[in-house]
């Protein structure tokens, strides 16, 4: 069975750092996109970065350029968002998806169809 798991959310105040991961057990992720999602409550969710197999390509939002990363170890079969600089409207509820679609870099939710089940990050002072 496909399984991604998330974690490394918490409470953090602005300016400060998380790294979230995201692995993988029952599928290997080499030949897979990966995205970052988040959804704050009362709104849609949105891409925030994503990550081409061979981790050659990626994409990143405009909101969060120069200041998130998004990196795999594929002997891992992890895939990171590292968050630095971080603003109270970087909250939410992050998730972690995978995609066999090569047109998933564009970071749109519904090409992707393998989801975790999310982790909190809580930017407040």
């Known amino acids: 069975q496909q399984q991604l798991v998330e974690s490394g959310g918490g409470l953090v105040q602005p300016g400060g750092s998380l790294r979230l991961s995201c692995a993988a057990s029952?599928?290997?992720?080499?030949?897979?996109?990966i995205g970052w999602f988040r959804q704050a409550p009362g709104k849609e969710r949105e891409g925030v970065s994503c990550?081409?197999?061979?981790?050659?390509?990626?994409n990143h939002a405009d909101s969060v350029k120069g200041r998130f990363t998004i990196s795999r170890d594929n002997a891992k079969n992890t895939v990171y968002l590292q968050m630095n600089s971080l603003k109270p409207e970087d909250s939410g509820i992050y998730y972690c998806?995978?995609?066999?679609?090569?047109?998933?870099?564009?970071?749109?939710?519904?090409?992707?169809?393998?989801w975790g089940q999310g982790t909190q990050v809580t930017v407040s002072s």
């Open positions: 998806a995978a995609s066999a679609a090569i047109e998933a870099l564009l970071c749109q939710s519904p090409d992707f169809g393998s």
């Open positions: 990550i081409s197999g061979s981790g050659s390509k990626t």
């Open positions: 029952g599928f290997t992720l080499d030949y897979y996109v």
